[in-house]
Each structure stands twice: as C-alpha cells, then as structure tokens.
C-alpha cells in the first residue's frame, strides 16, 4: 500500500515560488509513475505535471510550462513540484499521486490512472 503526504503549500503573492513535497511510503515506490494534480473550489480537479517511473520523462498542462518544474528522488522517496511566477489563477489544493505499477504506458496525464492519492496542500496567491 503507498501512502502519500504532500507538503510545502502555503501563501505567496503573485510571482512568487513554492516548491510542493509529496512524501511516499510503501514498497518499490520506483515502480509508480507520479503526478501533481490540482483542484479550485468549484472546478474540476486538473491535471498540474506527471513524471515517469525512472524519472526521464515528464510532461507539463499548459498553463505550467515554463513555469512549474516536477522531479523526484526515488532513494528519497519524494516527489516534488518547484513552481515559479505563480499567477493568480494557480491557487488551488494540489495533490500528489502515483499509478499503478502495472500501467502500461511510462507516464499519464489522466486521473483515472492514479490508485493513490495525497490529502493535499493548499497554494494561495496574493495579488
């Protein structure tokens, strides 16, 4: 079973940088692909950033290219999303997740991929 914790949201104002932690726990955590999800009050929870098993290959939304930065430390067991020029717009709870080990494809930008999920940590922007 993996477990999840995320960490590092908080308030920043606008242009400002936090970088999210996402904390796993559980057995071969290499074998899961990884990715960062975010959900505003009132929206659908998006996809933010996946990252692949090995750790190659990543894939950014739209709205976080150039900006947001996914890596992560499989001898750490940690995930961690650097965002830069945070917008207005960004503020949401953001939340980390991981695959299945059997998925098929390396990476995944669909929640429905995800078997586990974080609690979640809140971004709040000022302007």
């Known amino acids: 079973q993996v477990q999840l914790v995320e960490s590092g949201g908080g308030l920043v104002q606008a242009g400002g940088s936090l970088r999210l932690a996402c904390a796993a726990s559980?057995?071969?955590?290499?074998?899961?692909?990884m990715g960062w999800f975010r959900q505003a009050p009132g929206k659908e929870r998006e996809f933010v950033a996946a990252?692949?098993?090995?750790?190659?290959?990543?894939v950014y939304a739209d709205s976080g290219k150039g900006r947001f930065t996914i890596s992560r430390y499989n001898t750490k067991n940690t995930w961690y999303l650097q965002m830069n020029s945070l917008q207005p717009d960004d503020p949401a709870v953001y939340h980390c997740?991981?695959?299945?080990?059997?998925?098929?494809?390396?990476?995944?930008?669909?929640?429905?991929?995800?078997?586990?999920w974080g609690q979640g940590t809140q971004v709040t922007v000022s302007s």
């Open positions: 997740a991981a695959t299945s080990p059997i998925l098929p494809a390396p990476i995944s930008t669909t929640d429905r991929s995800y078997d586990y």
């Open positions: 559980g057995p071969s955590l290499y074998r899961y692909a």
């Open positions: 990252i692949s098993r090995s750790g190659t290959n990543t």
